[in-house]
């Protein structure tokens, strides 16, 4: 859905083509410490924030309606910070 390099501070977007409805929402991916946090937004957003090494987390529950168009931004990066995102999967 997403594809690297995530920029610290330039939002991705991207189009869902799944039903509407509630999701649970996973990341793959590290962060720097400091602000490793991520926000994935559609009718609701949901944050998280990545490990120091890869691995996945839990963002939460989003709500989608047909065809939603997703989007991904950090969250308050510090200059020259850029998460490494692999996956994001609902």
Same mark, same amino acid.
């Given at each position: 859905?997403?594809?690297?390099?995530?920029?610290?501070?330039?939002?991705?977007?991207? /189009? #869902?083509?799944?039903?509407?409805?509630?999701?649970?929402?996973?990341?793959?991916? #590290? &962060? $720097?410490?400091?602000?490793?946090? %991520?926000?994935?937004?559609? /009718? /609701?957003?949901? @944050?998280?924030?990545?490990?120091? /090494?890869?691995?996945? %987390?839990?963002? &939460? $529950? %989003? !709500? =989608?309606? !047909?065809?939603?168009?997703?989007?991904? @931004?950090?969250? $308050?990066?510090? !200059?020259?910070?850029?998460?490494?995102? #692999?996956? %994001?999967? =609902?």
């Amino acid at each position: 859905m997403f594809r690297q390099p995530l920029p610290g501070v330039a939002p991705l977007r991207a /189009t #869902s083509c799944l039903p509407g409805g509630r999701y649970f929402a996973w990341a793959y991916g #590290s &962060g $720097e410490p400091g602000h490793p946090w %991520i926000n994935l937004c559609a /009718t /609701t957003c949901v @944050k998280g924030a990545l490990p120091p /090494t890869p691995g996945w %987390i839990l963002l &939460g $529950e %989003i !709500d =989608l309606r !047909d065809r939603h168009q997703l989007l991904l @931004k950090s969250w $308050e990066p510090p !200059d020259g910070h850029t998460p490494s995102l #692999s996956a %994001i999967v =609902l």
